[in-house]
Structures are given as structure tokens and as C-alpha cells.
């Protein structure tokens, strides 16, 4: 089964950091882009971090300098390390390998995308929520 799984995600004081992780089994990250994408209620769906293929890295403006994309390749394994989180960090976390085009709603594409792969959107975890209080 072709499948990916986040994991890491909990509720932290402000300040405080996290490390999410995401497995993926079925297949390797080796020759693919990966991502990390987040969304809270009421908003549109954000690209947060990408890795890609010959390991170059991208990040949005909000997390710069906070968070870092890494990718174990023993372990099949892109880790997402968030230090220094905000309360406006808080989401509902996916990573996804694979997508062409960013969903303005990449909770619904995920539901929907655990019953195969779609085409342009990839493959995607289920989510792990992410809670930074004040």
C-alpha cells in the first residue's frame, strides 16, 4: 500500500518546538518532492516547506529562520523541525509527496486522497494537529 503518515504533532506553549515526522511506506522519497502543508480552520491551505529532489529547500515567509525540512533517506523519513512556535502556527499538518498544484483546501484533498494517489495533488498523509498556546 502506497501510504504516508505523520506523526509529531501535539500542543505546546509558545516558544516551545516540535518535530513532525513523516513516514512513507510503499514506496521512497528518494527521487520525489516533498512537502509539508498546513491549514486552520477558515483558512486556505499553506505550502509551509518543500524538499526537493536534489535537496534544495524552500520555506514560506511566516516560518523562516523557525522551521527546518530534512529528509533521512535510511529511515524513508522527511522530518519538519519548528522551533520558536507562534500561536499562529497552529494547523492541521500534511505532508505530501508528488503534488503539482497547491489545493486551496488540502484537508478535503486529503481525506479524498487516501483512497489512491491523485493525479497532480500526489500523495498525502492524514494530518497531525499542531496547538501553540499563548
Known amino acids: 500500500e502506497v501510504q504516508l503518515a505523520e506523526s509529531g504533532g501535539d500542543s505546546v506553549q509558545a516558544g516551545g518546538s516540535l518535530r513532525l515526522s513523516c513516514t512513507a511506506s510503499?514506496?521512497?522519497?528518494?527521487?520525489?518532492?516533498v512537502g509539508w502543508y498546513r491549514q486552520a480552520p477558515g483558512n486556505e491551505c499553506e505550502l509551509v516547506s518543500r524538499?526537493?529532489?536534489?535537496?534544495?529547500?524552500s520555506y514560506a515567509d511566516s516560518v523562516k529562520g523557525r522551521f527546518t525540512i530534512s529528509q533521512d533517506n535510511a529511515k524513508n523519513t522527511v522530518f519538519l523541525q519548528m522551533n520558536n512556535l507562534k500561536p499562529e502556527d497552529t494547523a492541521l499538518y500534511y505532508c505530501?509527496?508528488?503534488?503539482?498544484?497547491?489545493?486551496?483546501?488540502?484537508?478535503?484533498?486529503?481525506?479524498?486522497?487516501?483512497?489512491?494517489?491523485?493525479?497532480?495533488?500526489?500523495?498525502w498523509g492524514q494530518g497531525t494537529q499542531v496547538t501553540v498556546s499563548s
Open positions: 510503499g514506496f521512497t522519497f528518494d527521487d520525489s518532492d
Open positions: 505530501a509527496a508528488g503534488v503539482r498544484f497547491l489545493p486551496p483546501d488540502c484537508t478535503d484533498l486529503a481525506g479524498r486522497a487516501q483512497s489512491g494517489p491523485l493525479p497532480g495533488f500526489g500523495i
Open positions: 524538499i526537493r529532489s536534489d535537496k534544495t529547500t
